[in-house]
């Protein structure tokens, strides 16, 4: 079983920065695809991000431009990077990882809320 464990949510302004970090139990080197979604009260989860193995990144349209996703195979970890962010972002932030026979698995999710 693959563990993930989510951190870096807050509060911030409009327009602010957060980076948000994913650390898995198993090495996300071997997995198929990566990635993030985001949950909002009321809201079905939406997809924000992903890597696959391929190395093709795609972004939700909400988000593309300002969220960028990244990796750290040495330390398992995968980033979300977001920056001019938006009362709309507002959001549990999930990160998630696909591997061969194995998976989804999610993350417990870590609170993002933009408000002045």
């Known amino acids: 079983q693959v563990q993930l464990v989510e951190s870096g949510g807050g509060l911030v302004q409009p327009g602010g920065s957060l980076r948000l970090s994913c650390t898995a139990s198993k090495s996300i080197f071997s997995a198929n695809a990566i990635g993030w979604a985001r949950q909002a009260p009321g809201k079905q989860r939406e997809f924000v991000a992903q890597l696959t193995s391929s190395g093709t990144i795609n972004f939700a349209d909400a988000v593309k431009g300002r969220f960028t996703l990244s990796r750290d195979n040495a330390t398992n970890t995968m980033y979300l990077q977001m920056t001019s962010l938006k009362p709309e972002d507002t959001a549990v932030y999930f990160c998630?990882?696909?591997?061969?026979?194995?998976?989804?698995?999610w993350g417990q999710g870590t609170q993002v809320t933009v408000s002045s």
């Open positions: 998630a990882a696909v591997f061969s026979n194995l998976g989804p698995y």
